[in-house]
């Protein structure tokens, strides 16, 4: 199985401070994602990367900024956090061998809260 | 653009019964489809997949899906449901159709919950 770690696993945070959270994957996939999930609205794409450097928006990127400096890891930063960010966050990666795309592989999630 | 609709937001079933969830997808070229599972808690487990060949996938648990390209379906069943089923479902969406392509991601259906009554 692909190895992927999120951290924080939790973090309460003040409004209007900047929030850093880190996945970390061992095997070198190329493809990384950062999702917010949220009641009634499950998952929503925030940023998405496709190579270190490489990453683009998905429909809810607004508020929210990434890195990918090294394949194995993938930074999401809020960068003055609100209330609205208080959320789910998960780190998914693409397992893709040859043509052959076996899914998503997903972090446990970092549980954050803005207050 | 691809869409997922999971057209039930709750359902319950008792212990034993049958299981039937529904996911409708929009996708203009030939889809890759899956199903994930995600217990109260915790991350999102791939359940199955749906690739090519056979419209019939076995995944893990007892849980199966049936692709129906004309009626844009991919549902997911089960026989018997056992109460550590209770969890919430999710089906998505996706392409590799572009090799190395820079706009690869999977989309995601809004979920469905499940209950399972003793």
């Known amino acids: 199985d692909a190895g992927i770690t999120q951290s924080p696993r939790h973090k309460v945070t003040e409004t209007g401070t900047p929030v850093t959270l880190r996945c970390h994957q061992t095997?070198?996939?190329?493809?990384m994602y950062w999702y917010r999930q949220d009641p009634g609205h499950g998952l929503r794409l925030i940023h998405y990367?496709?190579?270190?450097?490489?990453?683009d928006k998905g429909e809810v990127s607004d508020g929210y900024s990434v890195s990918r400096s090294k394949t194995e890891d993938f930074l999401l930063t809020l960068e003055s956090a609100t209330s609205s960010q208080t959320s789910v966050y998960f780190c998914?990666?693409?397992?893709?061998?040859?043509?052959?795309?076996?899914?998503?592989?997903f972090g446990s999630g970092t549980r954050l809260t803005v207050v | 653009a691809q869409s997922v609709t999971q057209p039930d937001i709750h359902i319950t079933v008792s212990e034993g019964a049958s299981l039937e969830l529904r996911c409708n997808y929009s996708?203009?070229?030939?889809?890759?489809l899956f199903w994930y599972v995600q217990s109260p808690g915790q991350g999102l487990q791939l359940l199955l997949k749906?690739?090519?060949?056979?419209?019939l996938v076995q995944g893990i648990k007892g849980f199966e899906a049936e692709f129906k390209r004309s009626q844009s379906s991919f549902n997911l069943r089960k026989p018997s449901v056992h109460w550590s089923d209770a969890a919430e479902y999710f089906c998505?969406?996706?392409?590799?159709?572009?090799?190395?392509?820079?706009?690869?991601?999977?989309?995601f259906g809004k979920g469905t919950l499940l209950t399972v009554n003793p």
């Open positions: 998914a990666i693409s397992v893709i061998l040859g043509r052959r795309d076996y899914g998503y592989t």
């Open positions: 095997e070198n996939h190329r493809y």
């Open positions: 998505a969406v996706g392409a590799l159709w572009n090799s190395g392509g820079s706009n690869y991601k999977l989309t």
């Open positions: 996708y203009g070229a030939t889809p890759y």
């Open positions: 749906y690739f090519s060949g056979d419209t």
């Open positions: 990367s496709y190579g270190v450097k490489d990453t």
